[in-house]
């Protein structure tokens, strides 16, 4: 059998970094491949975390570029024949402070937090292994958000029924409506980064949904989580967890033992699964 690979998007730095050295702290039996759109950038995380004496490779991904995932398919199929571990953990947030228009600070984010996930799952997805792990790494926000919707949107991202289409269509019409700055009146809360949480979380719900009707005996586990508030570039420094301590939820979704049947589909806090 090819040996085992594991994939971290976004892993320069952050969530994405604590969670590559904890697989590593955590002896995956296998390869553990950190992830960054810059590769300068990751290039340097990798070579920090080797100087630690953990046996870490790098490739190129930027999630926000098609092309970009489909190489690291093809990377990924020609090595190992397959992904038994993905962490979609690049993400973007723009600073309370932020001087762009709110239409733009929605467009930006959704492209990156939801639609870049999208991109690499419809890429990766495919290639998993029977006991693969996929961690989408959302947020508490997207719960808050949700909580702020109209109640006629809240009922539409929690219908089991809904499906990715019609999600990247609700996507859409945020972005729309941001731009319009109409949101507010249509319904939806008045955050960027929460409302692209919410197709994150909803996204892995369908995500689970779908591999439980094609792949029912792979033994396939996929789950949002939030890693907490963590003192990282976005989230700044008075966020109460550090970047290792955020790192554990993701980590523990990633590692869930083969034979495991939950959380599948599943917000994840705290390793606690959340109602949502």
């Known amino acids: 059998m090819s040996k085992k ?12 970094f604590a969670i590559v050295k904890e697989l590593c702290k955590a002896k995956f039996p296998g390869d553990v491949i950190l992830t960054a759109r810059n590769e300068k950038l990751g290039k340097g995380a990798v070579e920090l975390l080797k100087s630690e004496g953990f046996q ?17 398919r ?3 199929q020609n090595t190992y024949g397959g992904l038994d571990v993905l962490v979609n953990n690049a993400g ?32 990766l997805i495919p290639i998993l292994r029977p006991n693969a792990r996929v961690v989408n790494v959302s947020s508490f926000v997207s719960k808050r958000a949700l909580d702020q ?11 089991p029924k809904l499906t990715e289409e019609e999600l ?14 109409s949101h507010q009146a249509e319904g939806w809360p008045n955050t960027a980064y929460g409302t692209t949480k919410i197709g994150a979380t909803v996204l892995s719900m369908i995500q689970a949904r779908e591999l439980t009707k094609t792949r029912s005996g792979d033994g396939i586990l996929l789950n949002a989580c939030c890693p907490g508030w963590v003192r990282t570039d976005m989230a700044g420094d008075k966020a109460p967890k550090s970047p290792e301590e955020g790192a554990q939820t993701p980590t523990y979704l990633a590692l869930l033992p083969a034979g495991a049947k939950e959380p599948h589909g599943q917000l994840v806090w705290d390793k606690v699964v959340q109602e949502w």
């Open 5 to 16: 690979v594991a994939v971290v998007t976004g892993g320069n730095k952050g969530i994405g």
């Open 56 to 72: 870490v490779t790098f490739q190129h991904l930027d999630i926000c570029d098609q092309g970009s995932a489909v190489k690291l």
């Open 74 to 76: 093809d990377f990924l």
């Open 92 to 123: 973007i947030a723009f600073k309370n402070d932020a001087t762009e228009p709110f239409g733009e600070q929605a467009e930006v984010t959704m492209r990156t937090n939801f639609w870049g996930t999208l991109w690499v799952s419809h890429a």
């Open 149 to 159: 919707c109209s109640p006629q949107l809240q009922a539409k991202f929690r219908d």
């Open 168 to 181: 990247c269509g609700l996507m859409g019409e945020f972005v729309t409506a941001a731009q319009n700055g």
